[in-house]
């Protein structure tokens, strides 16, 4: 696992899900064969190489253990236009042949955190060229997205965001959403769930990750997370993570 800030590269043996959703857009990739995927328990399940899921769409993976590359990037709302695409062909343009071989360096752990940020970005535009499009949060969103990004476990209401950047509560509140596609709260749990990877990149137990993101204890932070990821966290302790504190 590869983690910065608004982004992750996973690569590795794939696990099977169950259906969740985050609010992250989600870009996946069979590396050794096809994958199987379906967006609710009552839909088929679709055979695919790469898919494109988008933010907040509930799916489901069933890999039977083969390697998989995902990337996980958060979007405003204002690009989160971009719509779930199973079969996608990215994986077929010229220029992702660079990304493949990005990926199978990070498979082996040859590859460092930066050049992995190199590869998504490139991943990034072969999938969704509309994402390179500049669609900056508006600034006193941006400002409270940066305040939260520097106090991982804090837990700020709306109220507390509002006065650092000069709005009135019901005016941030509304802003958020739109900017964002979430409430506040549902933004929280998400950047908590980040926490608590960068913790256990930095070597701490599941336990103490969990309290360091701001949940009550371990079983919190694990019912979250699979709803979230559709896995348990302790899978984290089965992967090499590379982690960047930098907010970009």
Not at 47 to 70: K, R, S, W, Y
Not at 219 to 228: G, I, K, P, V, Y
Request: neutral net charge.
């Amino acid at each position: 696992m590869y983690l910065w800030h608004g982004r992750a590269l996973i690569v590795g043996p794939g696990i099977d899900s169950s259906p969740h959703a985050h609010f992250a857009l989600q870009l996946t990739l069979g590396l050794d064969r096809p994958f199987r995927a379906r967006l609710a328990p009552d839909q088929p399940w679709q055979e695919t190489g790469a898919a494109v899921f988008a933010p907040n769409q509930a799916h489901q993976i069933d890999c039977g253990g083969a390697m998989l590359a995902h990337l996980f990037v958060e979007m405003p709302l204002r690009q989160q236009t971009i719509g779930t695409v199973m079969p996608a062909q990215y994986q077929a343009l010229p220029d992702f042949a660079a990304v493949r071989s990005a990926l199978e360096a990070a498979r082996r752990s040859t590859i460092n955190v930066e050049d992995a940020a190199q590869a998504a970005g490139q991943w990034l535009a072969c999938a969704v060229p509309q994402a390179l499009m500049p669609a900056a949060y508006d600034e006193r969103i941006a400002a409270a997205l940066a305040w939260i990004a520097a106090n991982p476990g804090s837990e700020p209401d709306g109220a507390l965001l509002a006065r650092k950047v000069h709005l009135s509560e019901s005016r941030f509140t509304h802003l958020f959403r739109e900017q964002t596609g979430m409430t506040l709260s549902r933004y929280l749990l998400w950047m908590r769930l980040l926490a608590g990877v960068a913790a256990v990149a930095r070597g701490d137990s599941l336990t103490t990750a969990a309290h360091q993101a701001g949940f009550a204890d371990l079983a919190h932070m694990s019912r979250s997370f699979r709803n979230t990821f559709g896995v348990v966290p302790s899978q984290l302790q089965k992967m090499t993570i590379a982690f960047k504190q930098t907010v970009q």
